[in-house]
């Protein structure tokens, strides 16, 4: 099978990468636009951030049910790609009624554009195709140079420039995104004559499982595993986008975020530290991944229940950070940048560990006729998780800083704590794995990594 990928995968990887930039700015001013343009305080702005982040990840469930049935993946993401540029547009209004408009433009547009993007990148590849899990991490290697640069150019427009040409800056980094793909779509067609359904039923599996269904005793147990993995994903997304609520607000007011050298000093926008979790998702993939294979060589390797609860242990250490941290002089005043760039180190970690691991249970554990039901209602948890993460904001003012961590630490350690009470559960419904050929032990191990790009980040 040819190495090189097609030339789809590229228009593809610049398509994502620029919605991805205009997400990602919009994304870190969002608070610090409701706190101090509209005089929100910091609850009602998180209540609004996690009401958002709900919908941006419900939609999509249904933009690619309505792919599938009517419009196509093409003409979806096209009419997808306009409705997130306009939505950018109306945001740098600069009013209440422009900002609601913006949300449910934005929302609508997601729903379209991001399921029906990374279906077709699966769509490109034939099934056994080796050069799939590389493409994919290709792709989320274009979702991370979006997000990496999306916050330092955002806060530079804000400060220059003003609101209104900083959110400006996301509808034209969209209208890039929306002209790469009008333009050079006819690369992706081949990626637009299977369903999503299709693409993720399409994968290969050992010959001795292929087209034979499970016991039905087999099918409750892997459906009350995935209702478990649900319950838990829900508790990291919560901790995971505190990113665009209370972190921004602790970069903002807690952090001395001034760089000295020798006569020469700047103050680091705070918006800028949300970039800290895509640089180390770019700098520590391909150390994970070795790692893994260092482990897998000796029979080491964690299996993926018991890497999952790994990444929950290290979602409670990146907030157990926050609480010494406050407890240093956050709670009352400023401390170094080097807690709060630690706490995104380890979150980050975290997220490898646990948000491609969790993708990977769905579509081992998920009966093939209910995949893409199972899948969505994975989406369903996540999104609920992001309601959350906006919930708790309310109790960012009226408690410690100390105290607001310290929820996040016990509500990671309760999901970790669920997992360890299931794991015989959960590693019992695991289907036996095992490379299909021989040469799939040679094969470049980032399945699981690049899942992530599916996750919608």
């Given at each position: 099978m040819a190495s090189k990928h097609p030339r789809g995968l590229y228009v593809l990887f610049f398509t994502e990468m620029w919605e991805r930039f205009g997400f990602y700015l919009m994304l870190a001013l969002f608070t610090l636009y409701l706190t101090e343009h509209?005089?929100?305080?910091?609850?009602?702005?998180?209540?609004?951030?996690?009401?958002?982040?709900?919908?941006?990840?419900?939609?999509?469930?249904?933009?690619?049910?309505?792919?599938?049935?009517?419009?196509?993946?093409?003409?979806?993401?096209?009419?997808?790609?306009?409705?997130?540029?306009?939505?950018?547009?109306?945001?740098?209004?600069?009013?209440?009624?422009?900002?609601?408009?913006?949300?449910?433009?934005?929302?609508?547009?997601?729903?379209?554009?991001?399921?029906?993007?990374?279906?077709?990148?699966?769509?490109?590849?034939?099934?056994?195709?080796?050069?799939?899990?590389?493409?994919?991490?290709?792709?989320?290697?274009?979702?991370?140079?979006?997000?990496?640069?999306?916050?330092?150019?955002?806060?530079?427009?804000?400060?220059?420039?003003?609101?209104?040409?900083?959110?400006?800056?996301?509808?034209?980094?969209?209208?890039?995104?929306?002209?790469?793909?009008?333009?050079?779509?006819?690369?992706?067609?081949?990626?637009?004559?299977?369903?999503?359904?299709?693409?993720?039923?399409?994968?290969?599996?050992?010959?001795?499982?292929?087209?034979?269904?499970?016991?039905?005793?087999?099918?409750?147990?892997?459906?009350?595993?995935?209702?478990?993995?649900?319950?838990?994903v829900m508790f990291f997304w919560m901790a995971f986008h505190q990113n665009g609520t209370s972190l921004t607000f602790w970069a903002r007011d807690n952090t001395d975020r001034t760089l000295h050298l020798g006569s020469w000093s700047w103050e680091i926008p705070p918006g800028v530290f949300q970039a800290f979790n895509s640089a180390f998702i770019i700098l520590l993939t391909p150390i994970v991944v070795r790692f893994m294979t260092w482990l897998r060589a000796r029979n080491l390797e964690p299996n993926t229940p018991a890497k999952i609860g790994i990444g929950m242990m290290l979602t409670a250490a990146s907030y157990g950070i926050m609480v010494i941290a406050s407890w240093l002089g956050g709670d009352h005043g400023k401390v170094s940048m080097v807690w709060l760039i630690g706490c995104y180190f380890v979150i980050t970690i975290a997220e490898l560990f646990l948000s491609p691991m969790g993708l990977s249970m769905v579509t081992k554990l998920a009966p093939r006729r209910m995949t893409a039901m199972m899948m969505g209602v994975w989406f369903i948890a996540t999104a609920i998780g992001n309601y959350l993460s906006g919930f708790i904001g309310r109790f960012w003012k009226p408690w410690k800083h100390s105290e607001f961590f310290t929820l996040l630490v016990v509500t990671s350690l309760l999901a970790a704590c669920l997992l360890v009470t299931q794991y015989r559960r959960l590693k019992a419904a695991m289907p036996p794995e095992g490379p299909l050929e021989d040469d799939k032990k040679q094969a470049d191990p980032q399945p699981a990594v690049a899942a992530v790009a599916d996750a919608g980040y």
């Open positions: 509209l005089k929100m305080t910091e609850a009602e702005a998180s209540s609004i951030y996690g009401g958002y982040m709900f919908f941006v990840y419900l939609t999509p469930f249904f933009g690619g049910l309505l792919a599938d049935r009517i419009f196509g993946y093409t003409r979806a993401i096209l009419s997808g790609a306009a409705l997130l540029g306009a939505g950018y547009l109306v945001f740098s209004i600069q009013n209440q009624t422009a900002f609601y408009a913006a949300l449910f433009l934005m929302i609508i547009g997601n729903g379209l554009f991001k399921p029906n993007i990374s279906t077709l990148v699966g769509n490109l590849y034939p099934q056994g195709d080796s050069r799939r899990d590389s493409a994919f991490s290709i792709f989320y290697m274009g979702i991370n140079l979006g997000a990496l640069f999306a916050g330092p150019v955002g806060e530079f427009m804000r400060t220059k420039f003003g609101w209104s040409l900083a959110f400006a800056t996301a509808g034209v980094g969209m209208a890039f995104s929306f002209v790469i793909f009008a333009a050079l779509r006819k690369h992706v067609t081949l990626g637009d004559t299977r369903s999503s359904v299709a693409a993720v039923l399409d994968m290969p599996l050992p010959a001795e499982y292929e087209d034979r269904p499970d016991p039905p005793a087999v099918e409750r147990q892997r459906i009350i595993a995935l209702t478990v993995m649900c319950l838990i």
